[in-house]
């Protein structure tokens, strides 16, 4: 019994250090932009995607084709958000949420219209889990966390040194000192949906690698990555691993009590608890 | 061709009562639902449940799935209402996923992706099919109506103004003394309760429901339909769903005329096309055909004070 919530806590932690890398994406883009970008769903699929074409067609290694799912799927978050979502901006951040649920529709299509609906696995050496003291660890999991976690440690070397960094850093916390500072909030904005979306993608690439990937890949991991979020502090990049960990685990614990199939209902009710309960989040700003 | 023409119509008559729903949360109060589709659900099963299980009319089947619709928003308005507006859209959005889950999985309840089918219809069986959608179209055009007049007086009814405050402004509602959060919660459930209602009349109209009838596209469907029709405006919603359903069915002849596609690829094309019809009217046209006209407020001239009259 105890090996085996080991292990549940376990397989949470990896879920969740993978979740964490798409939750950023949304967190980011909610902190610098203040809207939710619901269109983080589409990214995340034109991500794996991306991540498929690069290492099934191409016959890259995953950890290669993960930064070709990382650019496209910067790439086409960049090219959406200035010509769709931000012009919508204007109208308020509830209009351009519609517009972003909208665009998902539309993007996860043309993926469809490319790729149909089958479900496509990855080209990956077939290895076998590495088991100690009773606990298993498949090798490609640890491969898909080591390169979250990378992705992550360059994101924060990023926002912590960089010039431009420290700008969205600014933009965030206060949009009108840090225009009055001579900050582009433009520029800032289209940096922050490249990355933002970037990350969406390469955290969908790490999601399919473990499994197979289909076009409702995005959709079907949204809430879960809502959830990581709220969870955490909308807005709070910090907050949204705190939040990516929680969720992972107590989604594999909730397996302990609950039929699998409910697994991204988990998600949902974490987000009704601290909504109800600490609307801010475990690591954010005021939420009203 | 003319029983086609009559299922599209009470289909936009069923589209139309949700985008009036709709219209209740987003046009006038200023609230976003992004899991609409999920209350339709809600009241769809509720209402197959209750007639086919347990027997209970029609009527009454209708009835509880709009006020269940209503409840299941009231809790979700509750647990959102202090918050920012992006909370709610994140919280509905999972709502209409959770109702999918469910009724995927809790077979005993739901049947699971098989669905429920045989749901009893209104002198179903007792006519011939062709009378029976005639019947059931004059039926949601009496809904459809009913319910427009109703809501028309909520919205020129003071009940209605302070919505539009809450829309507008909700903290000088606020400071004017209304309780922001009870109208808030309250026009939630309203809207619900109507986007209730068309899922619990669709149910009793196709006789079967599934969670594969449950996608998010519908709710861009009536998003589309009331933003084409303009909101705010309840005519509009009435007018836009209709505009909806014709411009899917024309993309499915449409589609026909382009060769070498494969079925999913049409599918899929048709589905750009509705999102793409979201965003292009948004930014073109965000009023919609029929843009909202503020009800005019006649002052008593003597009331005014001097320098207002001269302006």
């Not at chain 1, 076998?128 to 924060?156: K, T």
């Not at chain 2, 359903?245 to 060769?259: A, H, I, K, N, Q």
């Amino acid at each position: 019994m105890l090996t085996e919530v080991v292990q549940l806590v376990l397989n949470g932690l990896m879920a969740g250090t993978i979740l964490a890398v798409p939750a950023i994406g949304f967190t980011a883009i909610y902190a610098v932009l203040r809207f939710p970008n619901f269109s983080v769903a589409s990214q995340v699929t034109i991500g794996a995607f991306a991540g498929y074409v690069a290492n099934v067609t191409f016959g890259l290694p995953a950890p290669v084709a993960v930064a070709f799912a990382f650019l496209v799927a910067g790439f086409s978050g960049l090219v959406c958000d200035e010509f769709v979502l931000r012009p919508m901006r204007p109208a308020g951040p509830l209009a351009a949420a519609i517009a972003a649920v909208a665009l998902t529709i539309v993007l996860e299509n043309v993926v469809r219209f490319w790729f149909g609906n089958d479900l496509r696995g990855y080209d990956l050496p077939v290895l076998r889990d590495w088991r100690f003291a009773g606990l298993r660890v498949s090798p490609q999991q640890l491969e898909n966390g080591v390169i979250a976690i990378i992705a992550m440690a360059c994101l924060f070397g990023f926002l912590a040194f960089s010039r431009m960094g420290k700008a969205m850093r600014a933009v965030a916390d206060n949009p009108m000192l840090a225009s009055i500072k001579g900050i582009d909030s433009v520029a800032v904005g289209r940096l922050v949906s490249f990355v933002g979306m970037g990350l969406a993608g390469l955290g969908g690439m790490l999601l399919g690698l473990d499994t197979s990937i289909d076009p409702l890949t995005g959709f079907r991991a949204i809430l879960t990555v809502f959830a990581a979020a709220v969870v955490g502090g909308l807005g709070s990049i910090p907050g949204a691993v705190v939040g990516a960990l929680t969720i992972g685990v107590a989604e594999e614990l909730s397996l302990l009590v609950l039929d699998p199939a409910y697994r991204s209902a988990v998600g949902f009710v974490a987000i009704l608890l601290v909504l109800t309960l600490r609307p801010r989040g475990i690591l954010g700003e005021r939420a009203f | 061709m003319e029983n086609y023409i009559v299922a599209m119509l009470v289909f936009a008559g069923l589209y139309g009562l949700m985008a009036l729903g709709l219209n209740v949360v987003w046009g006038m109060a200023g609230m976003i639902n992004l899991g609409l589709v999920g209350f339709f659900a809600f009241g769809a099963y509720v209402s197959a449940l209750l007639t086919k299980v347990l027997g209970l009319p029609i009527w009454f089947g209708v009835v509880a799935g709009a006020a269940g619709a209503a409840a299941a928003g009231m809790v979700v308005a509750m647990v959102t209402a202090k918050l920012r507006g992006d909370y709610l859209a994140i919280v509905t959005l999972g709502f209409s996923e959770v109702i999918r889950i469910t009724a995927s999985n809790e077979i005993w309840l739901t049947n699971g992706t098989d669905g429920i089918s045989g749901i009893p219809g209104p002198l179903r069986g007792q006519v011939t099919p062709e009378a029976f959608n005639l019947i059931f179209l004059a039926l949601v055009a009496v809904v459809v109506a009913i319910v427009v007049f109703l809501l028309q007086r909520v919205r020129h009814a003071p009940y209605g103004r302070v919505l539009r405050a809450i829309r507008d402004d909700d903290q000088v509602a606020a400071v004017a003394g209304k309780t922001v959060i009870r109208f808030k919660v309250e026009a939630f459930a309203l809207g619900c309760a109507v986007i209730g209602l068309s899922g619990a009349l669709y149910g009793h109209y196709t006789s079967y429901i599934a969670p594969d009838g449950f996608v998010p596209l519908i709710t861009i469907y009536i998003v589309l339909a009331l933003t084409a029709g303009g909101t705010g405006n309840n005519y509009g919603a009435v007018v836009g769903s209709v505009l909806v359903v014709f411009f899917m069915e024309s993309t499915r002849f449409l589609t026909e005329v382009v060769p070498g596609l494969q079925a999913v690829q049409v599918a899929a094309l048709r589905e750009m096309l509705i999102g793409g019809a979201l965003i292009v009217i948004m930014r073109l046209r965000p009023g919609g055909l029929l843009p909202e006209r503020l009800p005019r407020i006649d002052l008593p001239e003597s009331n005014l004070p001097q320098e207002k009259k001269a302006t």
